[in-house]
């Protein structure tokens, strides 16, 4: 379809929405002449002075504002409430050590399998955070060697550390 015809399905919708959505212009002769006939009627009696009476005397009392007895936005200020005591706490020094990044989010997708020469070799399909990876025994993923692919587990060795990661099908 071309621009001309979408433009003239467009404005023939709007042009039949316009006419069809518009009062009519002549009323039914009955429904003008009986609603002349009939007085209108006030649908609510409400009684003003008797509600307001009614919510004064629920007024609620002011309170005196306390001042909290912890601020969520200061971690280190210790205050006392009133009417208790507690012994002084000692603050220690406390070393803050930056902790080691997190290891590399490794899963195990699947394991294919190619029989070469009478011999299986699988291949693992990994998935980490740099994307899938096919990897054979051998190769080095994340910082990680794949040491032995099982039928449904792959066994990782760290390159830095020598530790192991195992990863089974999910």
């Not at 003003?48 to 919510?55: D, G, K, P, Y």
């Not at 054979?136 to 760290?158: N, P």
Request: hydrophobic share 40%; aromatic share 4%.
């Amino acid at each position: 379809m071309d621009w001309k015809s979408t433009a003239v399905i467009s404005g023939a919708g709007i042009l039949a929405t316009w006419f069809f959505s518009m009062p009519p212009t002549h009323a039914p002769a009955g429904a003008v002449a009986r609603a002349a006939r009939e007085p209108r009627t006030v649908a609510s009696t409400i009684d003003i002075e008797r509600e307001a009476a009614r919510l004064q005397a629920h007024a609620r009392q002011e309170l005196h504002y306390t001042e909290p007895s912890r601020n969520p936005f200061r971690f280190s200020e210790r205050r006392q409430v009133r009417g208790t005591s507690s012994p002084a706490v000692a603050t220690a020094s406390v070393t803050v050590t930056p902790q080691a990044p997190l290891p590399p989010h490794i899963m195990l997708d699947g394991i294919a399998a190619d029989t070469m020469g009478g011999q299986e070799q699988r291949t693992a399909i990994l998935n980490t955070d740099a994307g899938v990876v096919l990897a054979k025994e051998g190769d080095q993923v994340a910082g990680y060697r794949v040491e032995k692919i099982a039928a449904d587990a792959v066994e990782l060795v760290k390159v830095d550390d020598g530790s192991v990661l195992r990863v089974g099908l999910r």
